[in-house]
């Protein structure tokens, strides 16, 4: 399938979740795609909606949506070439739980080794 974009825009490459109903509701969605294609654009967004995750890895973030029902959280890696999407997910907790930053560090190692081509 060939996606054309704006020169320019860096590609959404979805690893797991997705932003459509389910999870989020209409308004969020929409405020979900205006913040993603401000990260394609290389635009720099901020607190509160872009809150650097360490935990997570190297240039690893966590994008906040919430509407009125929900926090919703959206777990990413902004690469030189792409957006990476680990995870979408309802905040219902203070803190991410530790099997989602899990699941998400192993999903990002394994796409950089599909990345590289590597066999390992």
């Not at 979740?17 to 969020?28: H, T």
């Not at 913040?35 to 654009?41: A, I, S, Y």
């Not at 929900?70 to 999407?85: E, N």
Request: glycine share 6%; net charge positive; with cysteine.
């Amino acid at each position: 399938m060939l996606v054309l974009m704006p020169t320019g825009d860096k590609p959404l490459i979805w690893l797991k979740g997705e932003i459509k109903i389910p999870p989020l509701p209409p308004e969020a969605r929409l405020e979900a795609g205006y913040l993603l294609r401000q990260l394609q654009r290389g635009a720099s967004i901020g607190l509160p909606h872009l809150r650097p995750m360490q935990s997570l890895g190297a240039r690893c973030h966590e994008l906040r949506i919430v509407d009125e029902r929900a926090s919703w959280r959206i777990l990413l890696r902004i690469d030189r070439d792409a957006i990476v999407i680990a995870e979408v997910f309802r905040k219902t907790t203070a803190q991410t739980p530790q099997h989602i930053l899990e699941a998400c560090r192993g999903r990002l190692k394994r796409y950089d080794v599909a990345a590289r081509g590597d066999d390992e």
